[in-house]
């Protein structure tokens, strides 16, 4: 049966949504912006300070579930502009350890609230 994931150290749903599901031997994390959790506005700076946030987001949601990144099978990254794709890779790759994950990078009109980039991922226990 799923179950809910909720911590007071990423920002909160802002839909109908969960900030995680654990579905057993998997946890499949929501989509994270770069919200500042305490705030729940948009963190100042450009795409790397939003692409660490975004990694902090969904690190804290994997802790709430006991799990790690290194527990993270796959990542989709959504981003708003392929020619931020090198700095948001650099950014991520400094919070990962191989092997890494599988990954797909897709460009995308528009994320909620103008942001440049927005991640989920999917886990395994």
Not at 3 to 8: L, S, V
Not at 42 to 47: A, P, R
Not at 76 to 88: E, S, V
Request: proline share 6%; glycine share 6%.
């Amino acid at each position: 049966m799923a179950k809910a994931i909720h911590t007071d150290n990423a920002p909160q749903a802002i839909g109908p949504y969960s900030q995680a599901i654990d579905a057993g031997d998997f946890v499949f994390v929501s989509g994270q912006i770069p919200l500042n959790p305490e705030t729940m506005e948009v963190v100042e700076g450009d795409i790397t300070k939003q692409t660490e946030q975004v990694m902090n987001n969904l690190q804290a949601v994997l802790t709430e579930a006991g799990l790690t990144f290194g527990n993270v099978m796959k990542f989709t990254i959504y981003i708003t502009d392929m020619d931020n794709f090198a700095a948001i890779n650099e950014a991520y790759a400094k919070f990962l350890q191989e092997p890494y994950p599988a990954r797909a990078t897709v460009e995308v009109s528009k994320l909620p609230k103008g942001v440049g980039v927005e991640m989920d991922v999917i886990a395994k226990k």
